[in-house]
């Protein structure tokens, strides 16, 4: 059974930083473009930032210089470094793998940017 496990969500101010983790099992990791994706209340789904297995990232224009993703593939785990946080980041972040063999998200996990 595959599962994807969001973590590292939470509230946080204008301006501050934080880490989303997503721990993959009963999948082939290193076979998966590893993705982060969002959604805020009353919009669609977005694409936030992909990663394959040969470093190649692709980042929504809204994110770039702010928003890092990286994998260990040892920890079958996907990580989004979120920094200089605004409140329109504000959104449900979803982890998502990607390949041959389907594709799968994880539950969600909230970040809120308020003050």
């Known amino acids: 059974q595959v599962q994807l496990r969001e973590s590292g969500g939470g509230l946080v101010q204008p301006g501050g930083s934080l880490r989303l983790s997503c721990a993959a099992s009963g999948i082939i990791f290193s076979r998966y473009v590893m993705g982060w994706y969002r959604q805020a209340p009353g919009k669609n789904r977005e694409l936030v930032a992909t990663?394959?297995?040969?470093?190649?990232?692709n980042y929504a224009d809204s994110v770039k210089d702010r928003f890092t993703i990286s994998r260990d593939n040892a920890k079958n785990t996907v990580y989004l470094q979120m920094n200089s946080l605004k409140p329109e980041d504000t959104a449900v972040y979803y982890c998502n793998a990607n390949g041959l063999s389907g594709v799968y998200w994880g539950q969600g996990t909230q970040v809120t940017v308020s003050s």
């Open positions: 990663l394959n297995n040969y470093e190649f990232t």
